[in-house]
C-alpha cells in the first residue's frame, strides 16, 4: 500500500491523468483513483480538494458548475457540482510530468537488483 | 490549538445527535468557513463543492449499509479537522500569492521600473547589471486608437457580459474573457452596470471597467493583440507577459576564474544554477515551469522573463562582479552586513499609493468630460458641472496630495479635451494635471489628450509642456515647495 507521502508527491500526477480521459467532479475523481488502483490509492478530501484548487488557480485546470441531474431526492434540487477538465496548459504539465516521472523510474531501473535495464543515457 | 478545540467539539456534536445530522454539516461548513481566510468568491466555490462531496458521500455510506447518522459522522470525520483542511487551501492558494507579492514589489517600484525598462533599452554596451532587451511591452497608444473606433449603444441595465457581448457582436473585434478571473476581481458579470450612451466607445467601457475594479494586483484591465481584445486581472496579465534580455556575463566569469581558479565552463554553470535557485525557483523551465527560460552562450546570458524577475537577475550579477572582488568577511573574522536587495522605503510605498489614486481620480474625470462631450453641446467651464451632472463623485476633484499652496487641486484644460479635431501627436498633448501633486515637486499624474495617463518628474513635464504640440497650452502651475 503506497505511503500517504507518496500519494501527497504524485497527487497531481493521478489527478491530471484521470481528467486527461473526460471532466470529472472532485468525488468521481477520487472514486476513480481508487478504482483504477484496485483501491489501493485513496485521495483523501483533505489532499483532493485543496489541489484541484491549486491546479485550478495554476490554470492547469478548467471548472465550470453543472446541476445535479440524475439525483431523485426532491431535496438536492438545485444541488450544483463542479466539474474539472485539463486546460492545454494542463495537458502539456502532464506530458512533462509523465516524461519526467519515466526518465527518473529508467535511472532508478539502472540501481535495482534482478533488472538488466540500462541507465538512461 | 483553539480552533482545532473547535473543530472536534463539531464533531463530536455529529455523533451525539443524529436529527441535527443536516444543520451539523452545516454547523462544519461554518466554522470551516470562518477558518478559510481567502477571497470570498473561493470561500463559496469551496464550501458548495465540500457541500456536494458531503452529500454524494453520504449518499454511498448509506448505499453500502450505513444508517444517516454514521454516514454523515464518518463523511465529515474524513474531511479532518476543519483548521487543517483551511490551512490546505490556503498553502494551495499561496502559489498565486506569493506571484502576487512579488508583482506588489513590481507595481511598488512602478514609474521606477518603467523608467528603468526606457534605460535598459537604450543601453548600448550590456553589462552584468544592465541587460540589452530584445522586445519591450507593445504600446498602448495604437490599441487606444483601435478601442476608440469601437462604438456602441450602452443602456444603464445592461450587465458587464451584456455589454462585452455586445462588443463582440460589432464584428470588429474577437473578445476573450475569463469569467471567473474577472469575478476574482469583484465584479459581478450578470449585474447591471449603469452605463449608458448612444455611442459610447469600447476604450470608454474598458476605463470605466478598470476604474471601479482599480486593484494594484487584482485589478480589471485589458490587452489588444491584433483584433483579440483580452480582459482579464492584472495580475494575470503580469504573469503572463515576458522580456527577453541579454546580460553580459563576462566580467563575472573573469572575476570568477581569477578568484577562485575554476574552469570557464564551472562558472558558466554556477551563474545560471545560482539564479535558477534563488530567484522564484518554481518558474524556471529548468525547474520544470514555464514562466522564465535562462541560456548562456559565449559570455552571454539570455533572458526571457518577467520585469520583476529581470531586476533581481541583475541584482545577483551585480553582486556575483562586486563579491569575487571584495572580502566577504569582517576584519574580525565576522561575516560582513549583507547587501540587501532594495526593497521601496515606507515614504516611497505612500508616495506610489498616493499617485495611483491621482491617476485613477484622472482617469474619472477624462471618462467624465468625454460623457459631457457626447450629452453636451455646451463647452463645460468646471469640474463642479461634472458633479451637478452625476457624472462624477462630490469629492472626485480633490488631489490625494492635498490642495495645492493656491487651494486648487485639478487643472484640467477642457477645451483641449473637448476640441476633438486638435492637430499634431494626441498622446504627446497634456490636457491635465495634478497640480498638488506638482506643488510637492515629485512626480506628477498627466493626463493626455488620447487619455493614457503618465507618471513623470516635472523636468519632463516642463519639457512636454514646451513642445510644439503643447504650444496652446498654458497652465496656472501653482509655485513649488
Known sequence: MPTSDFVRQHADLLVLSVLADRPLYGYAISKEVAARTDGKIRLTPGVLYPLLHKLEVQKLLVASWDEVKSDTNVSEAGRKRKWYRLSAKGRKKLEQRIASHRSYQRLLEAFLPGTDSEPAT | ?481
Open chain 2, 1 to 481: 490549538m483553539k480552533l482545532r478545540e473547535r473543530t472536534r467539539s463539531v464533531v463530536n456534536a455529529a455523533r451525539s445527535s443524529s436529527d441535527e445530522a443536516p444543520a451539523t454539516v452545516d454547523s462544519w461548513l461554518d466554522l470551516f468557513d470562518r477558518l478559510l481566510n481567502l477571497p470570498h468568491a473561493h470561500k463559496i466555490a469551496i464550501r458548495e463543492e465540500l457541500r456536494s462531496h458531503l452529500t454524494d458521500r453520504v449518499r454511498d455510506l448509506m448505499l453500502a449499509g450505513l444508517d444517516r447518522d454514521l454516514a454523515m459522522r464518518q463523511a465529515i470525520s474524513e474531511l479532518g479537522e476543519a483548521a487543517d483542511l483551511a490551512e490546505q487551501f490556503r498553502s494551495a492558494n499561496r502559489y498565486p500569492r506569493r506571484r502576487m507579492i512579488m508583482n506588489g514589489a513590481f507595481i511598488g517600484f512602478g514609474a521606477a521600473a518603467i523608467i528603468t525598462a526606457a534605460a535598459i533599452i537604450s543601453t548600448p554596451q550590456p553589462s552584468p547589471g544592465s541587460p540589452a532587451v530584445f522586445e519591450a511591452p507593445a504600446a498602448r497608444a495604437a490599441a487606444v486608437d483601435t478601442l476608440n473606433s469601437v462604438t456602441l449603444r450602452v443602456s444603464p441595465e445592461m450587465s458587464a457580459r451584456q455589454i462585452i457581448k455586445a462588443i463582440a457582436d460589432t464584428d470588429q473585434l474577437a473578445v476573450s474573457v475569463d469569467w471567473n478571473s474577472i469575478a476574482e476581481a469583484g465584479m459581478k458579470p450578470d449585474e447591471p452596470v449603469g452605463i449608458s450612451g448612444e455611442r459610447v466607445t469600447a476604450y470608454q467601457i474598458l476605463t470605466e471597467f478598470s476604474n471601479r475594479y482599480d486593484d494594484a494586483w487584482n485589478g480589471i484591465d485589458w490587452r489588444l493583440e491584433g483584433k483579440l481584445l483580452t480582459i482579464d486581472r492584472k495580475v494575470v496579465f503580469s504573469m503572463r507577459e515576458r522580456i527577453l534580455a541579454c546580460y553580459d556575463i563576462e566580467p563575472v566569469i573573469e572575476k570568477m576564474l581569477d578568484h577562485y581558479h575554476v574552469s570557464y565552463e564551472w562558472a558558466t554553470a554556477e551563474i545560471g544554477s545560482v539564479i535558477q535557485e534563488l530567484i522564484e525557483p518554481d518558474q524556471w523551465q529548468a525547474n520544470g515551469g514555464d514562466l522564465a527560460q535562462l541560456r548562456i552562450v559565449s559570455g552571454r546570458m539570455f533572458v526571457n522573463a518577467p520585469l520583476r524577475t529581470h531586476e533581481k537577475v541583475a541584482w545577483v550579477l551585480q553582486e556575483l562582479s562586486r563579491g569575487s572582488a571584495e572580502p566577504m568577511s569582517g576584519a574580525q573574522g565576522h561575516a560582513s552586513e549583507p547587501n540587501v536587495m532594495p526593497q521601496p522605503t515606507d515614504e516611497e510605498r505612500a508616495h506610489h499609493a498616493m499617485s495611483q489614486l491621482a491617476m485613477s481620480q484622472l482617469r474619472n474625470i477624462h471618462m467624465a468630460v468625454q460623457i459631457w462631450g457626447q450629452a453636451n453641446e455646451a463647452p463645460l467651464t468646471s469640474i463642479q458641472q461634472l458633479i451637478e451632472g452625476g457624472m462624477l463623485k462630490p469629492g472626485a476633484e480633490k488631489s490625494a496630495a492635498g490642495p495645492a499652496p493656491d487651494g486648487r487641486d485639478y487643472w484640467i484644460d477642457f477645451d483641449a479635451i473637448l476640441k476633438s479635431d486638435a492637430e499634431g501627436d494626441w498622446a504627446k498633448r497634456v490636457v491635465g494635471i495634478d497640480r498638488a501633486m506638482f506643488a510637492q515637486g515629485k512626480e506628477v499624474a498627466v493626463l493626455f489628450l488620447d487619455g493614457h495617463i503618465e507618471l513623470m518628474p516635472i523636468t519632463k513635464l516642463h519639457t512636454l509642456l514646451v513642445s510644439p504640440v503643447n504650444q496652446g497650452v498654458k497652465p496656472d502651475l501653482p509655485s513649488l515647495k
